[in-house]
């Protein structure tokens, strides 16, 4: 994981707060509970300072198990190179509105339909080189995602399990209804979740 200027983040410099809803610390969220980071594995792919975000994946080990609540819940993966073109599903998150700003402290959700790669390289203006064959978008169609948003799911209900399809990843050239989002296709990252879980379970 890297910050704006492409250094990597380290675990001790931030935490993790499952179950926390308002950007507020304010507001009290008694089912929220702070994680310190133990281990960040980040995909041998990605480079931050390439063109293409492919690779744009890792995964965050925590110091303590987290307690599941109403709250809080595990969110299951997707079948292995599934199609996701044409797919409907959810984004969640704290990012800007169509006029770039930020007012409020809790996530928006907006309802969104997925795209091919191919696709995606005609419609998406300004970031065609972020797209890969490991990758699709989102948007188009009077809503998407917004600056603060990347890093957060694509999601699908699929008989009342949320499934995370997608992990936003870059933006278009401004947060308009025209504009589409590209996000990384958890579907062909199955195979690396699942050797890291396991490489982790035998340490």
């Known amino acids: ?16 707060y499952p179950g926390r809803n308002s950007l507020d610390l304010r507001v009290k969220e008694p089912q929220a509970v702070i994680h310190n980071v133990a281990e960040i594995f980040v995909h041998q792919d990605w480079n931050p300072r390439a063109p293409s975000y492919d690779g744009d994946i890792a995964l965050v080990k925590m110091t303590n198990p987290v307690t599941f609540s109403d709250r809080v819940r595990p969110i299951a993966l997707p079948v292995v190179d599934e199609q996701v ?77 949320l499934q995370v399809l997608g992990i936003i990843s870059a933006g278009g050239l401004d947060c308009t209804a025209e504009e589409y989002a590209v996000a990384t296709d958890v579907t062909q990252f199955i195979g690396w979740i699942k050797s890291i879980l396991d490489q982790d379970t035998k340490k």
């Not at 994981?1 to 983040?9: A, F, L, Q, R, V």
């Not at 917004?146 to 957060?152: A, E, I, L, M, T």
């Open 1 to 16: 994981m890297w910050d704006k200027s492409s250094t990597p983040i380290k675990p001790n410099e931030f935490y993790v």
């Open 85 to 161: 073109s044409e797919i409907n599903g959810y984004i969640f998150g704290w990012g800007a509105s169509e006029k770039e700003e930020i007012t409020e402290t809790t996530p928006k959700i907006i309802k969104v339909r997925t795209n091919s790669p191919g696709l995606c390289r005609y419609l998406v203006k300004g970031i065609q080189n972020a797209i890969s064959d490991r990758s699709f978008c989102v948007g188009g169609d009077g809503r998407l995602p917004c600056k603060g948003d990347s890093g957060g799911g694509f999601y699908r209900n699929v008989n009342g399990e």
